[in-house]
């Protein structure tokens, strides 16, 4: 497997683009959105929203520049606007395989084309361009709803690792692990595209904004 480019990837819906100093403010206001602390902090670190933000920023950037992650700010094309990050992680490009997540989305993305349009773009980018035989994902296994997203995309629940990982908050989560194989990238492929085509393209993008 090829390791990943740092590259734009784009669709009739969402473009993603490879995070940039740009980014950070748009970032930073979509974790003030009480959502994401449901199950508790997203890093082990924990914290006030605006320090965990820049945190954030800051440790995700690194990860980038040093080639270790491929970070992704999601821009709905519709609207200009930054709806949320997502990344390739975990690469291991002698094994041919590679990791989807640390994923989130502001709140007028959730329920949308918006996760099903990025996860075709990443998946196709991974499977079709840089020879990979496995995409994982995970999630805490109290987080239904990514639970149902994660097999919405039709990817297939591997197993949990129980007591995996210790949260800011002080609890020891449980982690459901989730794969895409290459042989079933073309079922993946054409469900996706089905479901896609469900959804209001739109004609013409309007101007983005500078965030």
């Known amino acids: 497997m090829k390791n990943p480019t740092i590259a734009v990837l784009e669709n009739a819906f969402v473009r993603l683009e490879p995070l940039a100093q740009s980014h950070r403010a748009a970032l930073a206001a979509l974790a003030e ?13 924990g914290g006030p929203f605006a320090a965990w933000a ?37 690469l291991e490009p002698k094994h041919g395989r590679l990791e989807i997540g ?28 840089l020879g990979a035989f496995r995409v994982e994902l995970k999630c ?11 097999v919405g995309i039709g990817a297939k629940e591997e197993g949990t690792l129980r007591r995996h990982m210790v949260l800011g908050d002080g609890h020891v989560r449980d982690t459901v692990y989730f794969s895409v ?5 073309p079922a993946v492929k054409t469900a996706l595209d089905e479901r896609l085509a469900t959804a209001r393209a739109p004609a013409v993008a309007p101007a983005r904004d500078s965030s």
């Open 33 to 45: 959105d009480p959502v994401r602390w449901e199950l508790g902090p997203m890093d082990e670190h």
């Open 102 to 129: 640390s994923t989130f989305y502001a709140p007028f993305a959730r329920r949308s084309w918006v996760n099903p349009a990025c996860k075709r773009l990443l998946l196709a980018h991974a499977f079709e361009d």
């Open 54 to 90: 820049e945190r954030w920023f800051d440790e995700a950037e690194a990860q980038h520049k040093a080639g270790t992650q491929v970070v992704f700010v999601v821009r709905d094309v519709a609207s200009g606007r930054v709806a949320g990050s997502t990344r390739y992680l975990n």
């Open 181 to 185: 194989l290459d042989h079933e990238w």
């Open 140 to 150: 805490d296994a109290r987080n239904v709803r990514s639970r149902l997203a994660i």
